[in-house]
């Protein structure tokens, strides 16, 4: 059985109020990154929560739903799916 490799990831800025989106192979070390700061795209942005993560056994199908989660719908779908967890914070 083949491995699910490939995690889609939203995290959800105490700082800001906004999401960040990205996909890795290796989930725990790429939260490290971002808790710690050592990611240029996000520390300004600083605290987070992982809010949502998704496994996929390709790393096509991972990338296009990264992106759709930045689009405007892709944000809308988000908003909906994590409605109580959103009004938690």
Do not use: W
Not at 22 to 36: A, E, I
Not at 41 to 49: Q, V
Not at 72 to 82: A, D, V
Request: charged share 30%; aromatic share 16%.
């Amino acid at each position: 059985m083949k491995k699910l490799e490939y995690c889609v990831y939203i995290l959800f800025s105490l700082k800001d109020k906004q999401f960040y989106t990205g996909y890795t192979t290796d989930l725990k070390q790429r939260l490290t990154d971002h808790f710690h700061g050592h990611s240029t795209n996000t520390s300004f942005r600083r605290p987070f929560i992982l809010l949502f993560c998704e496994y996929f056994l390709s790393k096509k199908d991972a990338m296009r739903r990264e992106e759709y989660f930045k689009t405007s719908s892709g944000k809308r779908t988000l908003k909906i799916m994590l409605r109580d967890s959103l009004t938690e914070l």
